[in-house]
T-cell receptor
Framework: DAGVIQSPRHEVTEMGQEVTLRCKPI?????LFWYRQTMMRGLELLIY????????DSGMPEDRFSAKMPNASFSTLKIQPSEPRDSAVYFC????????????FGPGTRLTVL | AQSVTQPDIHITVSEGASLELRCNYS??????LFWYVQSPGQGLQLLLK??????LVQGIKGFEAEFKRSQSSFNLRKPSVHWSDAAEYFC???????????FGAGTRLAVHP
């Protein structure tokens, strides 16, 4: 099993640019979670999906952030326009709701907005 | 409300010393409890989990944790710390709907040689 795959691993962009982060969950998992991690705020849950449907996006910080899950094997998190305060590590995690509730995390995308 | 408290933000121990990281939770039902570890520059990796049964659970890398319902605690222990254990440790409680977990703020462990 390849685990949760995230791309890119590192992204450096300039303020105002659009950023798209990608996630491929573990095959067979039906819940997907997007987190953001910063030194100041720690690990924050941004949004999560079940069976490709967004369940709770209350953690999304602003309208500049959006997430989609067009199918069971792919999700995106988009920031448009990006700002320096969006600099963080973004993690994707997946889980199987009929399993034991464990979330499997990807390696993260380190985003730097200049 | 569901919550997880990790009282210690930073802990420093000497290599070979014992370790205990504290975790307290607030949860309305029987909780599922997890400890994750995050090495520098890495994602979170599951160390161990508790659902039911024996309240002392064994995990990877020589870690164990004990569930104490009366104290609402799930402390992580290791008898002898190795330098490679330096990392950040997160306690989490669930399940929320769709396997949502509530994470603590994390404890950063430093290991002195």
């Amino acid at each position: 099993d390849a685990g949760v795959i995230q791309s890119p691993r590192h992204e450096v962009t300039e303020m105002g640019q659009e950023v798209t982060l990608r996630c491929k969950p573990i095959s067979g998992h039906n819940s997907l979670f997007w987190y953001r991690q910063t030194m100041m705020r720690g690990l924050e849950l941004l949004i999560y999906f079940n069976n490709n449907v967004p369940i709770d996006d209350s953690g999304m910080p602003e309208d500049r952030f959006s997430a989609k899950m067009p199918n069971a094997s792919f999700s995106t998190l988009k920031i448009q326009p990006s700002e320096p305060r969006d600099s963080a590590v973004y993690f994707c995690a997946s889980s199987w709701t009929s399993g034991d509730n464990e979330q499997f995390f990807g390696p993260g995308t380190r985003l730097t907005v200049l | 409300a569901q919550s997880v408290t990790q009282p210690d933000i930073h802990i420093t121990v000497s290599e070979g010393a014992s370790l205990e990281l504290r975790c307290n939770y607030s949860y309305g039902a029987t909780p599922y409890l997890f400890w994750y570890v995050q090495s520098p520059g890495q994602g979170l990796q599951l160390l161990l989990k508790y659902f039911s049964g024996d309240t002392l659970v064994q995990g990877i890398k020589g870690f164990e944790a004990e569930f104490k319902r009366s104290q609402s605690s799930f402390n992580l222990r290791k008898p002898s710390v190795h330098w490679s254990d330096a990392a950040e440790y997160f306690c989490a409680v669930g399940p929320g709907g769709y396997n949502k977990l509530i994470f603590g703020a994390g404890t950063r462990l430093a290991v002195h040689p």
